[in-house]
């Protein structure tokens, strides 16, 4: 795939098919069972959102990946943000691109007074280990902390 120029902009309401068709794309990469209608519903409600921001990298009016970053509240840190999702197309990879979006990510939960960024790594993703080596390049340290959850609604 040849890259001319790269922007990297927030992703407003008009991108949903767009983006739509990444988010779909990286839930099939990894193996996660959410389906379309579902991921369509809540990609709408995060486009929307105050405390979220979905930031894509388009090149020729094609976008090539995105980060989807939320913001929340706690009493330890006080405000806390969470690279919910990145993904970047298979063509344009080892090109920097989802580097940059994890460091628009981080100046995004800055500005907004977060003291840190966290990021789950998923154990369905298919080279887990890799991930965890690249986000530990990129200045995410393992607290060793676990993320455990309970199913609300079946």
Not at 48 to 61: F, I, K, Q
Not at 99 to 118: K, T, Y
């Amino acid at each position: 795939m040849t890259i001319t120029s790269v922007t990297l902009r927030t992703a407003g309401p008009g991108d949903l098919a767009a983006v739509l068709r990444l988010v779909v794309a990286f839930y099939a990469e990894d193996g996660f069972t959410t389906g379309e209608h579902a991921l369509r519903g809540n990609l709408v409600v995060l486009l929307a959102s105050p405390t979220a921001r979905v930031a894509v990298l388009e090149s020729d009016d094609r976008l090539l990946g995105f980060a989807a970053t939320t913001t929340g509240f706690g009493l330890e840190d006080g405000p806390i943000a969470e690279l919910a999702d990145l993904f970047v197309v298979p063509a344009a990879r080892r090109r920097g691109l989802a580097g940059r979006l994890i460091e628009d990510s981080a100046v995004w939960a800055r500005e907004r007074g977060c003291r840190r960024l966290e990021l789950v790594v998923a154990p369905n993703g298919r080279d887990v280990g890799h991930l965890f080596d690249y986000y530990l390049a990129r200045g995410f340290a393992d607290d060793g902390r676990r993320l455990i959850s309970r199913l609300l609604i079946r």
